[in-house]
């Protein structure tokens, strides 16, 4: 049945959510495309997940108290991992609460690490005319002036006329020492660059202060790539049956582009001629249809990427709406489906940088796998399929307005849906809640079977054996009935569902098992489990190892932190230092190549069986 939901809306943002009574605030956060920081894992301990409730505070926990000065609790802060939902709420986040103020960049003069100095940069000038006694050419006036410049004979064509309609002063813009453009007046103080994650089911963009670095808007679009096919293995088939198929896929890429850039671009109140460069994040297949190369080889063993370096291409040429002379900068590729994604979120984690074993995870239609230990940095790609983002589940959807994202089972069924309407199916972390929680009643065996009423446990409830439908061999689990869905047909967990669930979770467990032999460690050694992607910020850790999704180690030890690929490409567009540690990231990266490996198929074929035991189902 569906659960009465509590709306929790976050400011500054104005994300709004509905969850269930006694929901985690971190969850509801996770739920609002928040991440806070949580360096303890959430367990209270560290302060960080700070956040104050606008009215009417919950009554401090213990962990609040103990973690938060006097002051800070009387003016309504609260710890948000020890906090539970159980009225309205509006929750005020500071800046420093989130993930990402971990790398928040900063003005140059402030010390800090990371600083403000983006590839793409402005300088006004002021020349002295040309006189009888000085009559350099324009060229070495200008140059003279800004540097050592080059200067392309597309903008030489240009600078006579410029120079003397406006008196000998003006604005460059500068990239890597290229002159890219010439501007009127002194516009030092504006300039506007888009950070985009290109994903195979979301895309997402940022518009950011190239000066101050601040975000200026946020924009994001189902990519309408998912016509041509709901994985990267559809769509580089496409690429290859279709003589025309490549051209669709880039046009469709780059439409939806534009029309995140139209977004922001009326968010900021700015002209797309402000624009001057796109930093692009993707896995291999989305950044090679963007940029227009032939992904066929993709398609078949050994799975060869066109290019490893980073891209730097031409908006103009690419029909991307921008400044004429702004660059579209794609991230560089570690190998096959370990694309640029994957590295802007190694770059976004500092994952070269933790003194022990750490596993980051981006789990989504395909499961990319980085692990450092030591001097090593492997990575891998599993092919988890689109099970995670509603596709191919029978009833299933993305998360969307009244897709059931959360199940809970105890003596009953109780759901949360998205946006506080009927249910109209059930999504990625749904079909992960159902599952774990069948096997923990018994109702879903190891092999997963799900049983028919007259086989479950003696232990299971009168209330779930009536949800068990069994239609000659095979039964299904009713999630909502016809009454309380949408569609006025039952919303079930379908057998096939659960295989589908097997497939996507066993290739990501296997990629992990393979990738800690590599390495030598045992999951227990690993000190973090770094959950990154869209889809990774909203499963439950306990539910996630249920399955077998996630090593079985303490709930502590995983960690959430967003849209990684995001911030990777946020970090390369305002720092050029950013830029430089990119590149080293992904020539330290070791490609595993798990379709080569000889031992993937018999660890895959294990790990199709889920867990026989339930590691801890109370520490999220």
């Known amino acids: 049945m569906q659960g009465h ?47 104050r409730l606008a009215d009417a505070p919950a009554d401090p926990t213990p962990a609040s108290i103990g973690q938060l000065a006097p002051e800070q609790v009387a003016e309504g802060y609260r710890l948000a991992c020890s906090t539970f939902v ?61 540097g050592d410049i080059a200067v392309s004979p597309d903008q030489v064509r240009l600078i006579p006329a410029f120079l003397r309609a406006n008196a000998w002063q003006g604005t460059a813009v500068l990239s890597n020492h290229h002159l890219v453009a010439l501007e009127p007046g002194d516009t030092t103080a504006h300039g506007y660059g888009v950070a985009v994650d290109l994903g195979t089911t979301t895309v997402v963009g940022k518009l950011f202060d190239l000066v101050s670095g601040h975000q200026c808007g946020l924009a994001s679009q189902i990519n309408p790539q ?98 004429v002379a702004a660059e579209v900068y794609v991230f560089p590729q570690i190998g096959s489906f370990v694309g640029g994604d994957t590295v802007a979120g190694i770059l976004a984690a500092r994952l070269d940088r933790w003194d022990e074993p750490v596993l980051f995870v981006d789990i989504g239609t395909n499961g990319e796998i980085v692990l450092a230990s030591g001097d090593q940095l492997l990575a891998t790609s599993a092919a988890a399929g689109p099970a995670f983002e509603g596709a191919r589940i029978r009833q299933g959807m993305r998360a969307a307005a009244g897709a059931i994202e959360k199940v809970i089972i105890r003596e009953d069924v109780e759901i949360n849906v998205i946006g506080d309407v009927p249910p109209a199916g059930l999504c990625g972390t749904a079909l992960i809640d159902a599952a774990a929680d069948l096997l923990r009643a018994g109702i879903i065996d190891e092999t997963g079977r799900i049983l028919p009423a007259d086989e479950v446990p003696e232990t299971v409830s009168d209330a779930l054996r009536q949800r068990l439908v069994t239609v000659g061999d095979e039964t299904r689990f009713m999630l909502a009935s016809a009454e309380e869905s949408a569609g006025g047909e039952g919303i079930f967990l379908w057998q096939r569902d659960v295989r589908e669930l097997q497939l996507a979770t066993g290739a990501v467990r296997a990629g992990i098992q393979i990738m800690m032999r590599r390495a030598g460690i045992e999951p227990e050694s690993l000190h973090r489990v770094l959950l990154a992607g869209a889809f990774g910020n909203f499963i439950r850790r306990s539910n996630a190892r249920r399955i077998g999704l996630l090593p079985q180690i303490a709930g502590d030890k995983i960690r959430f932190i967003g849209n990684a690929a995001s911030l990777g490409a946020k970090l390369v567009l305002l720092s050029e230092e950013e830029r430089a540690y990119a590149t080293q990231l992904r020539e330290r990266a070791e490609h595993i190549d798990l379709s080569l490996d000889a031992e993937f198929q018999m660890e895959f074929g294990m790990a199709m069986i889920f867990p026989t035991s339930d590691f801890d189902a109370c520490d999220d």
């Open 5 to 51: 939901e509590i709306k929790v809306t976050f400011q500054p943002s104005g994300r709004s959510v509905y969850v269930l009574p006694n929901t985690l605030l971190l969850e509801a956060a996770g739920r609002a495309g928040i991440i806070l920081d949580t360096p303890c894992g959430g367990n209270g301990t560290c302060g960080k997940c700070r956040v």
């Open 86 to 146: 159980d009225a309205p709420l509006v929750v005020e986040v500071p800046a420093e609460s989130t993930f990402e103020s971990r790398q928040q960049i900063l003005t140059a003069d402030s010390g800090t690490e990371i600083k403000i100095a983006p590839l793409v940069h402005k300088r006004s000038f002021a020349l002295t005319p040309p006189s009888s006694s000085d009559p350099r050419s324009d060229l070495s006036r200008l140059q003279d002036t800004l």
């Open 226 to 323: 998912v016509a041509y096919g709901d994985d990267v293995i559809s769509r580089i088939m496409h690429t290859r049956d279709s003589a025309d198929g490549l051209a669709e896929l880039q046009r469709s890429a780059i439409d939806c582009l534009n029309a995140i850039i139209q977004d922001l671009i009326s968010q900021a109140d700015i002209d797309v001629h402000e624009i001057y460069e796109i930093v692009l994040a993707g896995n291999s297949t989305m950044q090679q249809l963007l940029c227009g190369y032939d992904s066929s080889a993709l398609g078949e063993v050994p799975f060869v990427q066109v290019f490893e370096e980073a891209q730097i291409l031409s908006a103009s040429h690419l029909g991307i709406r921008a400044n």
